[in-house]
């Protein structure tokens, strides 16, 4: 079964300086994977995603994945931190070669990102 | 991307009673999800919404706790019933068309439970 980890509760960072989100994934097969963020009283808003192809993904808000088959991880990642991006992040992990569509999250990291 | 609606945002229900949520897509989508994200922990799949048929639901999920209900391709329902305190959390429905691979959420349901 698929499984994710987010080894990460909260991160925090100062603004202006880059920011990495931790995430490793366990599938049997390829994997497609996702990011997603939450802010307060809000739903989850999709980021970007890997499901083939350069392994540096762009997203959202200036927001980058790298999808590392040999470490089996799909870190966030972003050049340049602000306060607004303080939220928390989810990542998630789909096996197509289940047939099944669902989505297994981790549990969530918290960025912090002081002014 | 589509553009979903949830209804009610939150609510404040009593033990044993029961609640109906509602999730609206401005375009037909190929499949739609219903997610539970208890207080302070990640999001948990509760069943996939089927048009037109039973609900699938994921191992400790039961139909008799959260019936679905999907009349079209851009309407489902998800009802908590008997509901206790352990039941309150936010509930998501999400949307996908196959051509995307990608799921986009609701806003979300806020659900208390007294």
């Known amino acids: 079964a698929q499984s994710v980890a987010q080894p990460e509760d909260q991160v925090n960072v100062a603004e202006g300086n880059p920011l990495t989100v931790k995430c490793t994934y366990s599938?049997?097969?390829?994997?497609?994977l996702f990011w997603y963020v939450q802010y307060p009283n809000r739903g989850l808003q999709f980021l970007l995603k890997?499901?083939?192809?350069?392994?540096l993904v762009k997203g959202s808000y200036g927001f980058e994945a790298e999808f590392n088959k040999s470490q089996t991880s799909f870190h966030l990642k972003k050049p340049s931190a602000l306060v607004s991006d303080s939220a928390l992040y989810f990542c998630?992990?789909?096996?197509?070669?289940?047939?099944?569509?669902?989505?297994?999250f981790g549990t969530g990291t918290r960025l912090l990102v002081s002014p | 991307s589509a553009v979903i609606s949830q209804k009610p945002s939150r609510d404040i229900c009593q033990r044993g009673t029961s609640l109906t949520i509602q999730c609206q897509v401005d375009?037909?989508?190929?499949?739609m999800f219903w997610y539970r994200q208890q207080p302070g922990q990640s999001l948990t799949l509760i069943a996939t919404?089927?048009?037109?048929?039973?609900?699938?639901?994921e191992s400790g999920f039961v139909i008799d706790k959260f019936p679905i209900s999907r009349p079209n391709l851009t309407f489902s329902t998800l009802t908590v019933s008997n509901m206790s305190p352990e039941d309150s959390s936010i509930y998501l429905c999400?949307?996908?068309?196959?051509?995307?691979?990608?799921?986009?959420f609701g806003p979300g349901t806020r659900l208390t439970v007294l």
């Open positions: 919404a089927n048009q037109g048929s039973e609900a699938t639901y």
């Open positions: 599938v049997s097969g390829n994997p497609y």
């Open positions: 375009s037909q989508v190929t499949m």
């Open positions: 999400s949307v996908m068309r196959a051509s995307t691979d990608t799921q986009y």
């Open positions: 998630a992990v789909r096996d197509p070669n289940t047939g099944f569509q669902k989505l297994v």
């Open positions: 890997y499901i083939t192809g350069d392994n």
